[in-house]
T-cell receptor
Framework: AQTVTQSQPEMSVQEAETVTLSCTYDTSESDYYLFWYKQPPSRQMILVIRQEAYKQQNATENRFSVNFQKAAKSFSLKISDSQLGDAAMYFCAYRSLSAANNNDMRFGAGTRLTVKP | EAQVTQNPRYLITVTGKKLTVTCSQNMNHEYMSWYRQDPGLGLRQIYYSMNVEVTDKGDVPEGYKVSRKEKRNFPLILESPSPNQTSLYFC????????????FGQGTRLTVV
């Protein structure tokens, strides 16, 4: 089964600075999706960014961008110009596109990001 | 508005008293699933369903039941809750075609005493 590892339980960043959250995964599949979700104190799970494995270009959404290294099975999230509202738990997720794997979705343990004013 | 509606948001119950957490989606998604979130463990899948009347176990199914009688609804049933089922629960739905983004409910904080 696929696994997702977030090795940083907690991270902190100064407001307006840049921070990178790490995520690695293990899979034998060639096509899949990767996601970053944000969970603020409200507990709502909010999609931040997504990346399809077949697309070599790194996804970008405003201040959020990823560094997708398929061979290394790495999918890090970079937050630029950090804002107080970025403080949250961030989850990396892997989604299989294979019916044989029941389109399985796996999550990492999460990284809690603190933003210091 | 596209959404997943999950109720209740908070629930305190006693050991052994059956309960149901409801989940409904209005996006006509085939795939629905239940997760529990515990500190340091992320989200772990309890059960999932790929269509009406099709359900299967996830990683932590013990003590839980589900049903999928209609495409939009996917309730989670705890027949005899125990304290180790105290957790934060999420329902999610996603399409099986196109971008498989998961849409989540608001979460249910369950405490079993």
């Amino acid at each position: 089964a696929q696994t997702v590892t977030q090795s940083q339980p907690e991270m902190s960043v100064q407001e307006a600075e840049t921070v990178t959250l790490s995520c690695t995964y293990d899979t034998s599949e060639s096509d899949y999706y990767l996601f970053w979700y944000k969970q603020p104190p409200s507990r709502q799970m909010i999609l931040v960014i997504r990346q399809e494995a077949y697309k070599q270009q790194n996804a970008t959404e405003n201040r959020f961008s990823v560094n997708f290294q398929k061979a290394a099975k790495s999918f890090s999230l970079k937050i630029s110009d950090s804002q107080l509202g970025d403080a949250a738990m961030y989850f990396c997720a892997y989604r299989s596109l294979s019916a044989a794997n029941n389109n399985d979705m796996r999550f990492g343990a999460g990284t809690r990001l603190t933003v210091k004013p | 508005e596209a959404q997943v509606t999950q109720n209740p948001r908070y629930l305190i119950t006693v050991t052994g008293k059956k309960l149901t957490v409801t989940c409904s989606q209005n996006m006509n998604h085939e795939y629905m699933s239940w997760y529990r979130q515990d500190p340091g463990l992320g989200l772990r899948q309890i059960y999932y369903s790929m269509n009406v009347e099709v359900t299967d176990k996830g990683d932590v199914p013990e003590g839980y039941k589900v049903s999928r009688k209609e495409k939009r609804n996917f309730p989670l049933i705890l027949e005899s809750p125990s304290p180790n089922q105290t957790s934060l629960y999420f329902c999610a739905s996603s399409p099986l075609r196109g971008v498989p983004e998961a849409f989540f409910g608001q979460g249910t904080r369950l405490t079993v005493v």
